[in-house]
């Protein structure tokens, strides 16, 4: 398996006259397509008129506003494997499956101090965020819509440390400042994001939140002394289920303005394989040792010992706690959070720029990804 993008071109042809309900440079807008795409005789998106009838929908039953949320999912999809690979190749299992990079054993050893499965585990997430991406490109295909392709944003220097492939990447995963309040959230029966906007949840590890921290060795510099690759595996190990508790809110957000119930199922059946994602990996999370390492003097606690107190803290709760849901005078109930739908898309964008994933980027990729999520942000059920 590759990347996935190259064999998801988009297949758009046959020039037609334009919607009378829907103006041509309002479904660009809304289908990302730059300025420079709206030429005179600019061929390759002449299919709208095809695809878009009076009511704004799709002959196949697909809304501009349902390919906007699949556009903005893909996107995060094609970032979220970009990452994945780059963990696969230096401390997955890098196979036909998930091919690329061949392993690092010093960096998968001390990953495998948080889980015996780490790799196995590494592995089976690479490729699942693969499916993601090639089903939803697929599916936005196969109704005539534009797919997301980031190809021209893979710019960005990777790990040259021993398995690392060497390949450009989207993502940069040697800076990161990670938001690992997902722990406390998680374990909070009275506090809802969504109920208490501006509550603030304590971090389990606050370092990693204040700070810029590897998730990889960048060089084989980084896999000694043992307790420094150790703490690059403990970040990992943070970043895991920070990303994914993240595509985990993104899809019940999401869900709530499709307007086809195939997108809609499109949207809740992948979004619970983040969660489970998310569950296994804050399982793992916890078994993180407790270390400073020496050489940055990032602390990871015993998030089982005093300060932490058992009940946000105790490394075992992995089940979500119940908390107020849609409003307070109904009884408590165990959920994701937060589901808001208003912003989902741009707040998800700025939540992993906070994170540093895309450090090193250009304006362009910024645009793009900000026009993307605007789009979906914009899409409202029924229309
Ligand atoms: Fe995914
Ligand atoms: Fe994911």
């Known amino acids: ?126 490729e699942d965020e693969f499916t993601h991406q090639n089903f939803l490109n697929a599916y936005l295909v196969s109704k005539g819509a534009q797919p997301v392709h980031l190809n021209q944003f893979r710019t960005l220097p990777g790990s040259t440390a021993t398995g690392s492939s060497g390949k450009r990447r989207l993502t940069n995963l040697m800076q990161l400042t990670l938001d690992t309040s997902w722990w406390t959230r998680y374990r909070s029966r009275d506090k809802n994001p969504d109920l208490n906007p501006g509550f603030t949840f304590a971090q389990a590890v606050p370092d990693l939140h204040n700070g810029q921290f590897t998730a990889i060795p960048r060089t084989d510099a980084d896999l000694h002394p043992p307790k420094h690759i150790q703490a690059i595996a403990n970040t990992a190990g943070f970043h895991f289920p920070t990303i994914e508790q993240g595509g985990n809110s993104l899809y019940p957000s999401m869900a709530q303005r499709a307007t086809s119930v195939e997108v809609l199922r499109i949207l809740i059946s992948i979004g619970p394989t983040e969660t489970m994602h998310f569950q296994t990996w804050s399982d793992k999370a916890g078994n993180a040792p407790p270390l400073t390492d020496p050489t940055n003097g990032l602390t990871f606690p015993d998030l089982n010992s005093p300060p932490f107190d058992t009940q946000n803290f105790q490394t075992n709760l992995i089940m979500p706690e119940p908390c107020p849901f849609l409003s307070p005078t109904l009884p408590r109930c165990s959920i994701i959070r937060p589901t808001e739908t208003n912003g989902i898309a741009m707040g998800v964008v700025k939540f992993l720029t906070d994170m540093g994933l895309f450090i090193g980027q250009s304006q362009a990729f910024f645009a793009f990804l900000n026009q993307l999520a605007t789009e979906a942000d914009a899409a409202q059920r029924g229309a």
């Open 1 to 126: 398996m590759n990347n996935g993008e190259s064999q998801l071109q988009p297949q758009v042809t046959n020039l037609s006259p334009a919607p009378r309900t829907l103006p041509r440079r309002s479904f660009l807008r809304r289908m990302g397509v730059g300025a420079a795409l709206l030429a005179p005789g600019a061929g390759l998106f002449g299919s709208v008129s095809k695809v878009f009838g009076d009511e704004g929908q799709n002959v196949n039953g697909i809304t501009a506003g349902d390919a906007a949320l699949l556009r903005f999912a893909a996107a995060a999809e094609i970032l979220e494997t970009d990452l994945w690979v780059q963990y696969n190749e230096l401390g997955g299992i890098p196979d036909a499956e998930v091919p690329g990079g061949t392993g690092n054993p010093i960096y998968t050893k001390a990953l495998k101090v948080l889980d015996g499965d780490m790799d196995q585990y590494i592995h089976d997430n690479t």
